[in-house]
């Protein structure tokens, strides 16, 4: 049944930008972002322009109108426009570079227990056709600083790692990853190990205004990021940059016309990727619209807007931190707009006895969250992360009984602090129930 103490607690100004439902406490931004009524109309242009003359569209207009898109978004994320391509979602920048690896049996694939399951089971796919083995370096949360990730994730190579795959932020936890010091850490344990055909491809989903980024000075292979998250733009439109030593092996999921068009002014990586048959490329093109839109929105444009929702998801975990009693999970340098809040530790039999509750979610509290709070937040549990059967996982010391579990904050614009007070009353009241089951 509903809280006697559910209220609407105001969202910021900017919320008038958006089509999002005023009697929901979104602070989940952070999962599928949400797309301001300006990019939306910008999106129903293109198709408006399209279905005007689908003809004249697809043989003459799409092309030009993708080349200054994709030279905009290249310039955003720091990137030549020549090794960046539009894709769907992160999901499909990593299985389409995944589906390109050229993999022998015994060749292993590192990621980690922080790295998102629709990733690791891109990579589970293929290790299962290739005769390769998915390694899983169990990550901790909480985390002492940037200097244990490092050490655990460059300790896991062996001369059979062939592929890397870390994420710039992680998505359970919002915890920015050190990938500045990482990649280059890795290659030297590449080295060391004699792991000479090793390649790193960074899961940047998060990151596109949400750090600032220069995707070609990072020394990786590969790099994917979705601009519908933290941009505000449409569903469907994201990016893969592919280092130009290795542009010619790697191929889209979908095998079109580019394949064996003959076209001396176009590399293959462009024709095979920019025109993948009969599709709506709308979100692609409204996407430089996104950033007009943030930019419009703070006197200091896209990063002003940035660095205001950092402020106040740092004071929000702060908040509900002292509320909860629980210790900060990170360094704060290790969170931008989205981070995750520790919980109260239960005991065995009651943690047995929550994790046995039916959810819709990650967990029965992300439920009455919502049903009884009108909060959408995602609570995660420690439960969901390490390894599946079949993976293989990287030893590590042995942890506190019971399972961890947290709350996934995000800031966007259209948020305001007192929703934060909010969830931390409504957490109180919850967790005050769960203790007496």
Not at 209 to 229: E, I, M, R, S
């Amino acid at each position: 049944m509903p809280s006697p103490a559910r209220v609407t607690p105001p969202f910021s100004p900017a919320i008038e930008h958006f089509a999002l439902d005023r009697s929901v406490v979104f602070l989940n931004h952070g999962s599928f972002g949400s797309v301001p009524v300006a990019v939306a109309a910008e999106q129903e242009r293109w198709q408006r322009r399209m279905e005007s003359e689908p003809i004249r569209w697809f043989v003459s207009e799409l092309e030009p109108a993708l080349d200054a898109a994709r030279e905009r978004m290249a310039a955003f994320v720091g990137c030549d426009a020549d090794g960046f391509a539009f894709v769907a979602n992160a999901t499909a920048g990593v299985s389409t570079v995944a589906r390109s690896l050229d993999l022998k049996p015994g060749d292993e694939l590192l990621t980690s227990t922080h790295e998102y399951n629709a990733c690791n089971n891109a990579l589970c796919h293929v290790a299962r056709h290739s005769g390769a083995a998915v390694v899983s370096v169990p990550l901790p949360y909480p985390v002492t600083g940037p200097d244990e990730i490092v050490s655990l994730l460059t300790a896991a190579v062996t001369a059979r790692t062939r592929f890397v795959l870390v994420s710039h932020i992680t998505s359970p936890t919002g915890l920015v990853l050190p990938v500045e010091r990482l990649i280059p850490a890795l290659r030297a344990a590449a080295r060391v190990a004699g792991a000479e055909r090793m390649e790193i491809m960074v899961d940047g989903a998060h990151v596109p205004a949400h750090l600032p980024v220069k995707v070609g000075q990072l020394a990786c292979d590969y790099y994917t990021g979705n601009f519908h998250k933290w941009l505000c733009a449409p569903k469907g439109s994201a990016f893969l940059w592919v280092a130009p030593d290795k542009r010619q092996a790697v191929h889209p999921l979908v095998i079109s016309h580019g394949a064996n068009a003959d076209r001396p002014s176009r590399t293959r990586f462009r024709l095979e990727f920019d025109f993948l048959g009969s599709m709506d490329y709308s979100p692609f093109l409204a996407t430089p619209a996104a950033i007009d839109f943030l930019a419009g929105l703070h006197p200091n444009g896209v990063w002003g807007a940035v660095n205001h929702c950092r402020g106040m998801v740092a004071q929000a975990r702060e908040h509900l931190a002292d509320l909860l009693g629980t210790a900060s999970p990170a360094p704060p340098e290790m969170f931008g707009t989205m981070a995750a809040v520790l919980l109260p530790p239960h005991d065995g039999d009651r943690t047995a006895r929550l994790l046995a509750r039916p959810t819709a979610y990650h967990d029965a509290l992300q439920d009455r969250l919502v049903e009884r709070w009108g909060l959408q937040v995602p609570v995660i549990r420690m439960a969901e992360l390490p390894p599946r059967p079949g993976v293989v996982a990287v030893p590590q010391p042995a942890g506190p009984s019971g399972v961890a579990r947290w709350v996934r904050l995000s800031a966007a614009i259209y948020n305001h602090p007192e929703q934060y007070r909010y969830l931390g009353r409504a957490l109180q009241a919850e967790l005050a129930e769960e203790a007496r089951l």
